[in-house]
């Protein structure tokens, strides 16, 4: 019976020994993970960064927020692999400044126009009401191109060796040019309104020279202006610049 309690007591001893070694053990593992967390904590502050939470086994932060990558709406501009920007379409050539010069206008190449002259035109002495003792003098282009009235007419009335001056403020800013059919003018001051003039005499004779680009002199064939009725001229004898208007051929 001494035995019996002495084995049983034995029992109930080496049973406590055996709970006070687990409790020991655990209770070293409980301190060095405290030790551990701290040591953590001191690394993140020495680094200046925080411990993240630990994720769950289902793949999904503590908060509930998803941790898988690419999944992030916030971001700002295109996921990566989702493609490229479009580049704009380039411009048209017409907006570029670019001239293919296809539709440009060809210039005038007046260069190749022939003065007018007896042999393409003709041309008419007309009186004019106004002013006194004035004419008009027109040339007409009757060839099948262009030509040009350069300068003045040189105009010889009757039999006279000379050929009257001009008015030199009669002088027009560009040649004129005459298609065919079409006209040009001059004024012709015959005599002197108040009896001024001198060497005066009457014809009805009249013939008109031309002159060239350079003006150095007559050019080309001559061409008559019939009168139907004599024409007094004297010294005060003018001409104009061949003009595209009558108005300004007889405002001299």
């Known amino acids: 019976m001494r035995n ?3 084995r049983h007591a034995a029992h109930t001893s080496a049973l406590g020994a055996a709970a006070l070694l687990t409790a020991l053990s655990l209770t070293a593992c409980q301190g060095g993970g405290q030790e551990a967390a701290d040591s953590a904590g001191e690394t993140a502050a020495a680094t200046g960064t925080s ?5 769950a086994s289902n793949g999904k932060a503590e908060d509930g927020a998803s941790t898988r990558p690419g ?5 700002s ?3 990566k692999g989702s493609g490229s920007a479009r580049k704009p379409a380039a411009e048209p050539a ?4 670019g001239d293919s010069g296809d539709d440009a206008a060809p210039a005038d190449d007046r260069s190749v126009t022939r003065p007018c002259d007896g042999s393409n035109s003709q041309v ?12 008009l003098l027109t040339v007409t282009n009757t060839g099948s191109e262009a030509c040009d009235a350069y300068h003045y007419p040189f105009v010889r009335f009757g039999e006279a060796q000379s050929t009257p001056p001009v008015f030199e403020q009669s002088k027009p800013q560009a040649v004129v040019t005459l298609l065919p059919g079409e006209s040009a003018y001059a004024g012709v001051l015959t005599s002197s309104a108040d009896g001024s003039g001198t060497g005066g005499y009457s014809t009805k004779k009249a013939t008109v020279h031309f002159q060239g680009r350079e003006g ?5 064939p001559s061409a008559d202006a019939s009168l139907r009725k004599a024409v007094y001229v004297d010294s005060t004898l003018r001409v104009t610049y061949w003009q595209t208007d009558i108005e300004t051929a007889l405002m001299y």
């Not at 009401?129 to 004035?134: A, F, I, T, Y």
């Open 4 to 6: 019996l309690r002495f």
């Open 51 to 55: 411990a993240a939470p630990a994720a």
């Open 71 to 75: 999944t992030d709406d916030s971001a």
């Open 77 to 79: 501009g295109p996921s």
């Open 94 to 97: 017409s907006q570029q400044g």
């Open 124 to 135: 008419k002495l007309t009186n004019a009401p106004r002013p006194v003792n004035h004419m």
């Open 216 to 220: 150095a002199g007559s050019t080309g």
